[in-house]
């Protein structure tokens, strides 16, 4: 099986791109296009907090719910929410009703709102340099790497929750800080084919 498929438009894409027109539009759109915003970051962290043990796409079909829930990750908003609101989140149906990844998110906004030279500065500063090239195929992508291992770590050093290597991996690749799309594969983003 290939690594790649090609959309109904012709275009190749990375094989998990090509299963739902929402996989499609995340991989085209936002998959590995850098965000730098500390809002946007928090927004990725959390949503990649709550996929855990669950896939992607129940994520992205709920992300307007959680938006809406999570007043559009705005940290400084979020980092405000009391038991009460915690109570309108677990009784939320468009959102992953998870107490303990709840107050993650709460407590972690709480966390990003605090830090010195914020959140951005901090994640950016675990990209890894780029690569000389992309990889061929998704065997040479990496679940974890020692940039992703050493970013958990101080994140939950700073208090950070529902954050390890994989989950800070798995960011690194949503937001840009790396570049997994495959070689032949349409996206590219100005980085090495």
């Keep these: 099986m290939t690594d790649l498929v090609i959309g109904p438009d012709g275009l190749a894409r990375c094989r998990w791109a090509g299963t739902t027109p929402d996989y499609m539009a995340y991989h085209d759109d936002e998959w590995g296009r850098p965000v ?32 809406a829930a999570f007043k559009d990750f ?29 107050e993650a998110a709460v407590h972690n906004a709480r966390v990003a709102a605090d830090l010195a030279g914020g959140l951005s500065a901090l994640l950016w500063s675990y990209a890894p340099p780029p690569r000389s090239r992309r990889p061929r195929t998704f065997a040479e992508v990496p ?21 390890g290597p994989t989950t800070a991996y798995a960011l690194m690749q949503a937001t840009g ?10 996206v590219a983003f100005g980085r090495p084919r």
């Design 36 to 67: 730098r915003d500390d809002d946007g970051l928090y927004e990725r962290l959390t949503l990649e907090a709550f996929q855990s043990g669950l896939s992607w796409l129940t994520i992205l079909r709920k992300r307007p719910a959680f938006r």
């Design 177 to 186: 800080m790396v570049d997994d799309h495959l070689t032949d594969c349409h």
């Design 74 to 102: 705005v940290i400084a908003e979020v980092a405000e929410f009391d038991e009460s609101d915690v109570a309108r989140l677990l009784a939320d149906p468009g959102i992953v009703r998870n107490r303990m990844k709840i």
């Design 143 to 163: 679940a974890v790497t020692p940039e992703s291992t050493a970013m958990a770590k101080d994140l939950r050093r700073r208090g950070f929750r529902f954050v």
